[in-house]
């Protein structure tokens, strides 16, 4: 139970994916312009990663592992990835056309985020059992989103601010993202 | 577009990093030292250069309606070839890359060049197109690096520069360094290019 509290803060707090990891980034200045499309965001990627943190951990231990083909990790977790969020969206979009509308716009993009296959490898990496992977997982997805949604309460600030015109757009969030990984900072050593 | 064209592209007006804003997760995670960068874009650009070819060659083989699943294989595989080599041949620096390396799979340029340009285009325009990516996206990485790694440890390319009573701003170098430089060079950029028009 501690171990998986530590993985927990460390996770969301410490090593927070997107400020001090850098994983996502694209989706995390994407998407961050409104709160709403920012939760929605990070719902479709916890869902999408705590999946793929299970099928990766069974296909590496059952699959690659006994055959011993472990250097083709990269080139079976994109695939599983990739057909596990075409699958997902068939899914949602045939059983609750509700669900489809919050987060169908969403799945694509998580194909090519780099924070799934980033997950499933360090998953992978610091040999975690299959609960271990899961809650890493799951707790990484979460800092994504607190990290997301507190850019996008940011941000429709910014909309109102008078920013100089060459800080417009990109520079200004990758300085706020900074002054935000500055706070996060702070979380080192809480463990 | 004349070839030389295709080839100069990728370093000056469509620039990956600067100007598309495409690839940013290595170009904030690695860029602590020069020598990261420059191993980054080398490793970037072999496996660019290598999917370009591969998907130009097979351009009218693969199927219209699978050949994003394709491309993806394809990168992949070049960027398990990659990973191989680094891991034998440059095992430091294959460390400090660390997880990057696979990631390469899901740089978005890779995937666009092989969609936008690779699919539609012979081999040598193909390679060129891939050159100069490849070359832009490393001077954009050596750039932000450069600027990390003289402000943040006082060194260029492991090379002390200042005296040993020079202070050096740590911060560039922890996670924030890499949203402050990038940040700020693409503001630079931005008020070079308003003032040129």
Redesign the interface.
């Known amino acids: 139970m501690q171990e998986m509290f530590v993985i927990i803060i460390g996770a969301v707090f410490i090593n927070n994916i997107v400020?001090?990891?850098?994983?996502?980034?694209?989706p995390f200045?994407g998407v961050s312009k409104k709160l709403s499309s920012a939760v929605g965001m990070g719902v479709a990627v916890t869902f999408v990663m705590a999946l793929a943190a299970i099928i990766t951990w069974l296909v590496q231990q059952l699959v690659l592992v006994p055959l011993g083909i472990g250097?083709?990790?990269?080139?079976a977790f994109?695939?599983v990835i990739?057909s596990l969020v075409q699958f997902v969206e068939m899914v949602i979009r045939k059983t609750s056309p509700d669900l489809y509308r919050a987060l169908g716009v969403y799945l694509p993009l998580i194909?090519?985020?780099?924070a799934v296959?980033?997950i499933a490898?360090?998953n992978i990496?610091k040999s975690y059992t299959l609960a271990s992977s899961l809650v890493n997982s799951v707790a990484n997805a979460l800092g994504f989103t607190l990290a997301l949604v507190l850019m996008a309460g940011i941000r429709e600030r910014l909309e109102d601010a008078d920013i100089p015109?060459?800080?417009?757009g990109?520079?200004?969030?990758?300085?706020t993202?900074?002054?935000m990984?500055?706070a996060f900072?702070g979380f080192t050593g809480l463990l | 577009m004349s070839l030389a064209k295709e080839f100069s592209k990728g370093i000056v007006s469509d620039n990956p990093l600067f100007r598309l804003?495409l690839g940013?997760?290595?170009s904030?995670?690695i860029t602590t030292s020069v020598a990261n960068g420059i191993g980054m874009g080398a490793a970037f650009t072999a496996v660019l250069l290598a999917s370009n070819i591969a998907i130009s060659l097979l351009r009218k083989i693969i199927p219209d309606s699978i050949r994003i699943?394709c491309y993806?294989?394809i990168i992949?595989?070049f960027?398990?070839i990659t990973?191989?080599v680094m891991h034998a041949y440059a095992p430091a620096l294959f460390k400090s890359l660390g997880?990057f390396i696979?990631?390469i799979?899901?740089?978005?340029i890779i995937?666009g060049r092989a969609e936008a340009f690779a699919s539609k285009n012979g081999v040598f325009a193909s390679v060129l197109d891939a050159l100069g990516m490849g070359v832009g996206y490393t001077l954009a990485l050596v750039i932000v690096s450069t600027v990390r790694e003289v402000l943040g440890a006082g060194t260029f390319y492991g090379i002390p520069l200042g005296g040993a009573s020079a202070q050096s701003a740590l911060?560039m170098i922890?996670?924030?360094?890499?949203?402050?430089a990038?940040?700020?060079i693409?503001?630079?950029l931005?008020?070079l290019q308003?003032k040129t028009r």
Request: hydrophobic share 55%.
């Open positions: 400020l001090s990891q850098f994983l996502g980034i694209c200045l250097y083709l990790q990269t080139i994109i695939l990739a194909t090519t985020n780099c296959l980033g490898i360090v990496q015109k060459s800080l417009q990109m520079p200004i969030s990758l300085i993202a900074a002054l990984s500055v900072l | 804003t940013m997760c290595p904030l995670a699943p993806i294989v992949a595989s960027v398990t990973e191989m997880i696979p990631l799979v899901v740089n978005c995937l911060i922890l996670p924030p360094g890499g949203f402050i990038l940040g700020c693409l503001a630079l931005n008020k308003n």
